[in-house]
């Protein structure tokens, strides 16, 4: 559901819709408008849910209202005519003809309007669809049946797609299935898909909002992510859970779009219960389902779960899309600087790529534009209200947080680029740092001259200086612009034309792995690198707080098959005061996907700081070693190697994937060793037992004592050795997509 000004008619409006069964009022004076994209209406049984999908395929006639489908009135037309006009509807219950086969299905439902979809783009995106195509429709087990349902009504090539229960009895893995299809279907963009459904898994999983149908009314409309995490609101809308009668008040209240943001459970760490209110197949003999059959029904979500789905998504972004050609996005604020993105976008699409003009303004001004502003602040948790409010700051915030949230969603982003100053760039930069690494991101700006840190993150964007300002088009600006658009060129054509080709010319990549390094343990990962070359592509990462963050971003987009973790040092920095200190989700991306991980107490024994006249008067007392003119060192103490191996520890307990921890007790780095100036046994010994006392060990997640120094070649083949019984067990050695 989209509010806000279109430059085209919805895909399907429906207003003031009443029908009646005799006399009993089925639906009553329903509204909903579908502009485009993936929308969901969950219900219990009996609220009038497939009733809607029937009158608006015509084989109800409705006693008031109507039902427009891309700006043109439906009401009371024959299914036949309604069909014609783009309309595909996938029935519940199937509906199949038991003596056609397969092949026979479809030829009988290709030809009504030609577009994209094929007899043999079917066979190509439904595997089994073509090893069963010459077997009946009554041979076909329940997912067959589904996805033959679902092909006969593609092959129509509607506009828009109604689908009643899409996922009723079927099999868990064929209903995720069904969901990535469904999600697919909408970032195409050619298709809209209305999807009826009682399954709340699925419901939410494939839409942004979710409409509430009860009594034959919209209750309301909601934000998927709020409705998956709250248990109590899916009782009270919809009893699930619970079989009792809905609140009175809550079906007293008017339609409305929920616009507050989803609960801050739904972002913890923590598990979701998703409840499904029938878990078979409920018929008109059916008794209330115990609550405790729902229980055992319910699918666990946890959000590490849920992430590693999204990191498969994006780590796939760059493989052949199916959810579109690749498109190079022109993305800025098209009320203060049109016609400098518009001149880049031209350029652009002169170079023939495919190019999506992204409207990022605050001021709530309409543009043409291929994605205005109101569609990305949808992608808000509070909606447009959110974005387009009196406070400028506020504003800039929000509409970067809806557009890097709208980016997520995107499949088939190829590159992107943006033009502006300060406020342009903090707009555009979140979003950029959502996509993988390897996709092209640039962005020309004003602030490029300067300190990039804030903008750049950990990932590999781009930034341009401008030498004017973004104001208009001068001889200047037009060849700054025109560079910048040239070298995006230069970076996406190259990509996308590799595609398989280098993997057909060079063989299948190494798998990569991440390694963490700092200057005082680079012998340790020099020897591993030497152990392991032949076998993975390692790569190397300097642990100076950016560098952490950067390989854990390969991590979070599925580009590292492990981790080799041996310098953990940004922790040192960042719980005591350095310089080069860790975010507080270090270990978050390890946590997240479970990918193997190997790690050590590496450079634990120090916190970094810049020149000696920088150092914080209040460790005047303390003990330092210069390192180089610009890099000064400080040896944690006990009390400070407690807090950290602590703080490391419930990081640790966090990780699904196997662990291996390693505690050097001959030193954590070349200074904490014998007769150097950072060996201190009781600093180490009080970092190693705060690590024991809080890691709760198990088959899976252990920590190790060595008697070595961390440099020594003993330790590195020691983690060699771990490294490849983990991988080997864990079935990770696999080869990681780039």
């Known amino acids: 559901m989209n509010e806000g000004p279109h430059t085209a008619a919805p895909a399907l409006d429906v207003k003031g819709l009443d ?13 909903l408008t579908l502009e485009q994209g993936v929308f969901s209406v969950v219900g219990r049984n009996g609220m009038g849910k497939t009733t ?42 199937r509906r199949l003809w038991r003596s056609l086969s397969v092949d026979e299905h479809l030829h009988l439902a290709a030809g009504m309007r030609r577009g994209n979809w094929t007899v043999e783009r079917i066979y190509e995106s439904f595997p089994r669809l073509a090893e069963r195509k010459n077997h009946g429709g009554g041979q076909l087990s329940g997912g067959e049946q589904q ?20 996922t009723e009895g079927l099999a868990p893995v064929i209903v995720a299935q069904v969901e990535e299809m469904l999600v697919r279907l909408g970032e195409d963009g050619d298709m809209s898909v209305l999807v009826i459904e009682q399954n709340i898994g699925v419901a939410t999983a494939v839409s942004r909002n979710v409409a509430v149908m009860v009594n034959g009314r919209i209750n309301r409309i909601i934000d998927s992510a709020r409705l998956a995490a709250d248990r109590e609101l ?31 459970a739904a972002q913890s760490n923590r598990p979701v219960r998703i409840y499904i209110s029938n878990p078979t197949p ?51 604020t098209l009320d203060t600087k049109g016609t400098e993105l518009r001149y880049i976008r031209d350029i652009i699409a002169a170079s023939g790529l495919r190019t999506r003009l992204v409207d990022l303004s605050t001021s709530g001004k309409p543009s043409t534009c291929d994605v205005t502003a109101q569609e990305i602040a949808l992608n808000h948790g509070r909606g447009g209200p959110a974005v387009f409010g009196h406070d400028r700051g506020a504003a800039v915030t929000a509409m970067a947080e809806a557009f890097a949230n709208w980016v997520r969603r995107q499949g088939n982003i190829a590159g992107i680029i943006s033009a502006g100053g300060s406020g342009g760039a903090s707009l555009v930069a979140p979003a950029m740092r959502a996509l993988p690494i390897g996709v092209p991101k640039l962005i020309i700006s004003s602030v490029a001259s300067g300190d990039v840190g804030p ?14 300002d973004i104001q208009g088009l001068n001889s200047i600006s037009r060849a700054i612009l025109a560079n910048g658009a040239h070298a995006l060129v230069g970076m996406v054509k ?79 920095d960042l719980l005591v005061g350095g310089v080069f200190p860790a975010t507080e989700d270090r270990f978050g991306a390890m946590i997240r996907t479970r990918v193997p991980y190997v790690g050590s107490a590496g450079a634990l024994d120090m916190v970094n700081f810049g020149a000696p006249d920088t150092i914080p008067e209040r460790f005047a007392k303390r003990k330092f070693h210069v390192h180089n003119p610009q890099v000064t060192l400080m040896r944690t103490t006990p009390e400070e190697n407690e807090r950290i191996g602590r703080w490391i520890g419930e990081r640790l307990n966090q990780m699904d994937g196997p662990v291996r921890f390693f505690l050097p007790e001959g030193g954590v780095s070349a200074l904490d060793a014998p ?64």
């Open 19 to 31: 029908v009646y069964y005799g006399h009993s009022h089925a639906l009553q004076g329903v509204n």
């Open 52 to 93: 809607l999908c029937n009158t608006i395929m015509g084989l109800l006639r409705p006693s008031g209202g109507s039902v427009r489908v891309r700006g043109q009135d439906v009401t009371g037309l024959a299914p036949a005519s309604i069909a014609r006009l783009g309309v595909g509807y996938v029935p519940q219950g």
């Open 147 to 166: 996805m033959l349902a679902i092909s006969r009504a593609l092959l129509t090539n509607p506009h828009l797609l109604i689908m009643d229960e899409p």
């Open 234 to 264: 899916q009782q009270r809308l919809l009893g699930v859970g619970l079989h009792a009668e809905i609140d009175p008040d809550v079906a007293a209240r008017p339609q409305r779009a929920e616009t507050e943001r989803a609960p801050q």
């Open 282 to 332: 409920p018929t008109r003999w059916s008794q209330p389902v115990p609550i405790a059959r729902i229980e055992a029904a319910a699918r666990t979500l946890s959000t590490a779960v849920a992430r590693i789905e999204e990191v498969r998504q994006r780590r796939d972004a760059h493989a052949p899309l199916t959810s579109g050609p690749p498109v190079v996005l022109v993305a800025g």
């Open 455 to 468: 903008y750049v993150g950990p990932v590999d964007i781009t930034m341009m200086y401008s030498v004017t």
């Open 494 to 572: 190259p990509r996308l034309d590799r595609g398989t080709s280098q993997e057909r010319r060079t063989g299948a990549p190494l798998p990569a792995i991440g390694i963490s390094m700092f200057g005082v343990t680079t012998p340790a990962v020099q020897k591993i690198v030497a152990h392991l070359h032949d076998e993975f592509e390692c790569l190397v990462f300097h642990a100076t707080g950016v560098g952490g963050r950067s390989m854990e971003k390969l991590v979070d987009s599925g580009q590292l098959a492990a981790v080799i973790d041996l310098t953990t040092t940004e922790v040192c």
């Open 675 to 738: 007769g150097q100036p950072f060996w201190d046994p009781e600093a180490d010994a009080a970092l190693f037992g705060a690590l024991e006392r809080t890691v709760r060990q198990t088959s899976n997640r252990q920590l190790i004592r060595t008697k070595h120094n961390i440099n020594d070649p003993e330790f590195a083949a020691t983690i060699v050795s771990a490294f490849r019984a983990l991988l080997g067990r864990a079935g990770a050695r696999r080869r990681a997509t780039r």
